[in-house]
């Protein structure tokens, strides 16, 4: 390990730190500095940084608390480290999605709803005769406030017959009532109709109203004889013979069905499946206010708190300002002069929120609005949302653990952001910060950089010290971009095949806007944080085109865990603005240019539990499972390839089911998940692991990493291929079975993708991708767009969301939104090759793009 300067007394001492891939890592850190950890993807940075320094500070500070007070805390497992000496205080801003409740809110995470209550509960403005509301009464989380029609979500849902019976050409029995359940039930209902006269034969929209309202609409459940199986006209004259029936079946409306089963239901599939036919329409009791009408009727600067929370919280700064001054306006006077106390009051409250905006606005969030729910915000907003409440605190001698604070920001808030990070280090506080963006790593006081490959390849500390000694570590991937001498291949720009024109798009910010994507080219869109380019790209033009396609919008992710009450994983809630609001493609079906598939790359997991994981979703583990079935041992037994799941009986492991550990549960400390007794942490039962297959069993071949699987599968071509596409998209530390539960957004992305690209080439796909390079190491940057470029000479057009300069710099070309956030964006201020944009006035982009570009050429 390279070290600069001798450790003092103000150090953090790590000795024999082995947690993951770390290799008995001793580093001493500097207390009071700005400390960036680096090192490409996988390589063991947040091992030592959260895994580790974070870890064994939380558990430090759990001993002081009461044995009961520590069931309250999500503990972390105990790291596996010597020693750590001169530990301070830690606080954790890890990346993590919203909450998946659209009860939790910006105004929440932040707190400054609670002083907004409080504001409008002792200096706003009453109507004559209204009584004193406490705080409480203008929240729409609690029965005093929330509005009784919506019960505080703002929406009302409702199943209609447009939503109900999507193709009005079927009859009942060709599932015109797509809402009525499938199987056996479904078939029940059209039987009932049948025995109650209705023709099950005729066209849903040659029925009269009456009965197609009574057949989705009614509440009546009558129960009736049935004759299953039986045709229509047999079953009608088995009634008039009064023929003994089937059975008796009892009929349930359309409506009355999906409502109750979405209420009642304990399957997530099941519910997900009904939620798809309600449809969300503002409550018309608050009018999406969310509050009861009592609450609605105070006012402060003459709006209601409703409406003050839906201002972006750039405009409600300058709201609050006079305010916060002691100079309010002239009314504001004027009951001052009748209230003194009242006056004294909103002084403290404004001055209070005014210093609290302050600090949003200077991490770039002034775009957002208190109102906006967490569900929508991008987890390096959220992060710096509670960065902001820690700017505030004042608190000191805390080592604040940050992980990609700049994931999601152009390079332009990016300098907002090392502000804040400086003031809470001139406060007395220590940053352990994880980066991979170039322009943090460089205002670091002090580098630790981790390597020197991936996995187990990695975990090496490479140097620790001041920034600029990081020059002289040869093995060092950082230091080869961050001191300029990356090389990459010149490549001449491509001419766009033709052009896809969205027209008059309305999408949040985005007005009546028009937009010309280039097919046949990597194109990139940028902009700053907030200023409309996922609304453009990962919401209109994926829809609109999936649209044309008859395609169904791009795979979401399933829901991520209770949200508000009768409506878990915010099913309803988070489709509720899914919809683009106006927009379509000029030229229809032809302007699509030839296009005839949409891929929409995200960050979504690629599954919920630990059974699923890199394998299974990538398709691999089939090819596994094969080639063990196809073993000599395999045959002789009669093993098929079901018996090297371990999500099947007759091959798991009986006393874990398969999971490889059991948890045991020690109440006041972190529960225990320890290696199966039975099978020592394989998944499988001893007969399965007797099958080998070159001297490798199942579970030591689901062990491997990517890389060392490439190798043992040298004589497999279609494992090959697979293996090979996750290596050079930077996933070879990864090993076949991590649990999906273990994956960052960025590495299930990069997943999604190499899945894509073992595919057969077909051409004539569009591929949409939301900021790939997040948790990307420059190098590994550079594999991405190999990648990307190849997709692009294979015929497909490839549109990537990207704040990243060296992404910008190596496309075709670039549609530049903005050119703020928010009510300030939403146009489009520049398009055309990189080196065009970076020459316009008018972009914030400019400026870092033509930096990119110039050290592009000078790195050539």
């Known amino acids: 390990m390279a070290t600069s300067g001798e450790a003092d007394q103000g150090c953090v001492r790590v000795r024999g730190a082995r947690e993951h891939n770390l290799k008995d890592v001793s580093v001493d850190i500097p207390r009071n500095a700005l400390v960036v950890f680096t090192g490409i993807s996988g390589s063991g940075k947040s091992s030592l940084a959260f895994g580790t320094l974070y870890a064994e500070a939380q558990r430090r500070y759990l001993e002081s608390v009461s044995p009961y007070a520590r069931r309250l805390f999500h503990q972390m497992a105990v790291p596996e480290v010597q020693s750590i000496e001169g530990l301070p205080p830690a606080v954790a801003l890890q990346q993590q999605r919203g909450a998946p409740t659209t009860r939790s809110s910006v105004g929440s995470v932040s707190t400054l709803s609670n002083s907004l209550r409080m504001l409008y509960s002792r200096a706003g403005d009453y109507p004559p005769g209204q009584e004193l509301l406490y705080a409480e009464s203008f929240s729409p989380n609690t029965p005093q406030g929330a509005c009784p029609h919506c019960h505080g979500l703002g929406r009302v849902y409702e199943a209609t017959e447009a939503s109900m019976v999507p193709d009005d050409?079927?009859?009942?029995?060709?599932?015109?009532?797509?809402?009525?359940?499938?199987?056996?039930?479904?078939?029940?209902?059209?039987?009932?109709?049948?025995?109650?006269?209705?023709?099950?034969?005729?066209?849903?929209?040659?029925?009269?109203?009456?009965?197609?309202?009574?057949?989705?609409?009614?509440?009546?459940?009558?129960?009736?004889?049935?004759?299953?199986?039986?045709?229509?006209?047999?079953?009608?004259?088995?009634?008039?013979?009064?023929e003994a029936p089937s059975y008796q079946g009892t009929f349930t409306g359309a409506r009355k069905y999906v409502l109750q089963t979405f209420a009642t239901t304990e399957s997530a599939a099941m519910k997900k499946r009904v939620a798809q036919y309600m449809v969300s329409t503002v409550c018309p009791g608050c009018q999406g206010k969310r509050l009861r009408p009592e609450s609605l009727s105070v006012t402060f600067a003459g709006l209601d708190i409703g409406a003050i929370a839906q201002l972006p919280l750039r405009r409600l700064a300058g709201l609050l300002q006079p305010y916060a001054e002691g100079r309010p306006p002239a009314k504001g006077k004027r009951a001052a002069a009748l209230h003194p106390e009242k006056a004294i009051v909103t002084q403290r409250i404004a001055q209070d929120l005014a210093a609290r905006l302050e600090v949003l606005l200077d991490l770039?969030?002034?775009?957002?609005?208190?109102?906006?729910?967490?569900?929508?915000?991008?987890?390096?907003?959220?992060?710096?949302?509670?960065?902001?409440?820690?700017?505030?605190?004042?608190?000191?001698?805390?080592?604040?653990?940050?992980?990609?604070?700049?994931?999601?920001?152009?390079?332009?808030?990016?300098?907002?952001?090392?502000?804040?990070?400086?003031?809470?280090?001139?406060?007395?506080?220590?940053?352990f910060v994880v980066e991979h963006a170039l322009d943090v790593i460089r205002h670091a006081d002090w580098?630790?950089?981790?390597?020197?490959?991936?996995?187990?390849?990695?975990?090496?500390?490479?140097?620790?010290?001041?920034?600029?000694?990081?020059?002289?570590?040869?093995?060092?991937?950082?230091?080869?971009?961050?001191?300029?001498?990356?090389?990459?291949?010149?490549?001449?720009?491509?001419?766009?095949?033709?052009?896809?024109?969205?027209?008059?798009?309305?999408?949040?910010?985005?007005?009546?806007?028009?937009?010309?994507?280039?097919?046949?080219?990597?194109?990139?869109?940028?902009?700053?944080?907030?200023?409309?380019?996922?609304?453009?790209?990962?919401?209109?033009?994926?829809?609109?085109?999936?649209?044309?396609?008859?395609?169904?919008?791009?795979?979401?992710?399933?829901?991520?865990?209770?949200?508000?009450?009768?409506?878990?994983?915010?099913?309803?809630?988070?489709?509720?603005?899914?919809?683009?609001?106006?927009?379509?493609?000029?030229?229809?079906?032809?302007?699509?240019?030839?296009?005839?598939?949409?891929?929409?790359?995200?960050?979504?997991?690629?599954?919920?539990?630990?059974r699923s994981n890199l394998a299974t979703y990538t398709g691999l583990f089939d090819h596994v499972r094969k080639l063990f079935a196809a073993t000599r041992s395999a045959r002789a037994r009669h093993y098929d390839a079901g018996r090297f799941s371990f999500n099947v009986a007759k091959g798991r492991c009986g006393n874990c089911a398969g999971e490889g550990f059991v948890m045991v549960e020690?109440?006041?400390?972190?529960?225990?998940?320890?290696?199966?007794?039975?099978?020592?942490?394989?998944?499988?039962?001893?007969?399965?692991?007797?099958?080998?297959?070159?001297?490798?069993?199942?579970?030591?071949?689901?062990?491997?990493?990517?890389?060392?699987?490439?190798?043992?599968?040298?004589?497999?071509?279609?494992?090959?291929?697979?293996?090979?596409?996750?290596?050079?998209?930077?996933?070879?530390?990864?090993?076949?079975?991590?649990?999906?539960?273990?994956?960052?957004?960025?590495?299930?992305?990069?997943?999604?993708?190499?899945?894509?690209?073992q595919r057969t080439g077909r051409g004539n796909t569009l591929y949409v991708l939301d900021e790939p390079t997040t948790g990307l190491h420059p190098s590994d940057i550079d594999k991405l767009l190999l990648q990307l470029h190849g997709l692009v000479d294979a015929g497909n057009t490839v549109v990537v969301v990207e704040h990243n300069m060296q992404v910008l710099a190596d496309s075709d070309w670039v549609i530049d939104v903005g050119p703020g956030a928010g009510e300030e964006g939403g146009a489009i201020v520049a398009a055309g090759p990189p080196q065009a944009v970076a020459r316009v006035s008018g972009s914030r982009t400019a400026p870092y793009l033509a930096a990119a570009l110039l050290g592009a050429a000078a790195g050539a």
């Open 364 to 431: 770039g969030l002034g775009y957002l609005s208190l109102e906006r729910s967490t569900p929508t915000l991008s987890p390096g907003e959220l992060q710096r949302l509670r960065l902001a409440t820690q700017v505030r605190s004042s608190l000191f001698g805390v080592v604040y653990v940050l992980d990609e604070p700049s994931a999601g920001l152009h390079p332009a808030d990016t300098e907002a952001l090392l502000r804040a990070l400086d003031r809470l280090k001139a406060a007395g506080n220590s940053l």
């Open 169 to 242: 050409s079927l009859t009942i029995r060709e599932r015109a009532v797509a809402a009525w359940p499938t199987a056996w039930h479904g078939q029940n209902l059209r039987d009932i109709l049948v025995t109650l006269g209705y023709d099950v034969d005729k066209p849903w929209r040659e029925m009269s109203r009456k009965e197609r309202d009574w057949i989705l609409f009614t509440d009546e459940q009558p129960t009736v004889p049935v004759y299953a199986g039986l045709e229509p006209a047999e079953a009608r004259r088995a009634l008039k013979r009064k």
């Open 666 to 757: 020690l109440l006041f400390l972190p529960s225990v998940y320890a290696p199966c007794p039975v099978c020592h942490g394989a998944r499988y039962n001893a007969k399965t692991l007797e099958v080998r297959y070159r001297e490798r069993n199942i579970a030591e071949v689901l062990g491997m990493t990517v890389d060392a699987a490439w190798d043992f599968f040298a004589d497999e071509p279609p494992l090959r291929r697979a293996l090979g596409t996750l290596r050079e998209v930077g996933l070879g530390y990864l090993r076949l079975g991590q649990p999906a539960t273990e994956l960052s957004g960025g590495e299930a992305q990069r997943i999604k993708l190499a899945t894509e690209l």
């Open 447 to 610: 580098i630790v950089d981790v390597g020197p490959q991936a996995g187990e390849q990695g975990g090496h500390v490479l140097y620790s010290g001041p920034p600029p000694g990081l020059e002289q570590v040869a093995q060092s991937h950082t230091a080869r971009y961050l001191f300029g001498k990356a090389r990459r291949p010149a490549r001449a720009l491509r001419e766009a095949a033709g052009w896809l024109r969205l027209r008059s798009v309305e999408r949040n910010n985005l007005r009546k806007l028009d937009a010309d994507f280039p097919l046949g080219v990597l194109a990139a869109v940028s902009g700053v944080s907030g200023s409309g380019k996922s609304s453009l790209v990962s919401q209109a033009l994926v829809q609109l085109v999936a649209a044309q396609l008859g395609q169904a919008p791009a795979a979401g992710g399933e829901p991520d865990g209770p949200g508000d009450p009768g409506d878990p994983g915010g099913l309803l809630s988070a489709g509720a603005d899914s919809g683009v609001v106006g927009g379509h493609i000029a030229g229809g079906a032809a302007g699509l240019g030839g296009i005839s598939r949409l891929v929409q790359v995200d960050q979504k997991p690629i599954g919920r539990t630990p």
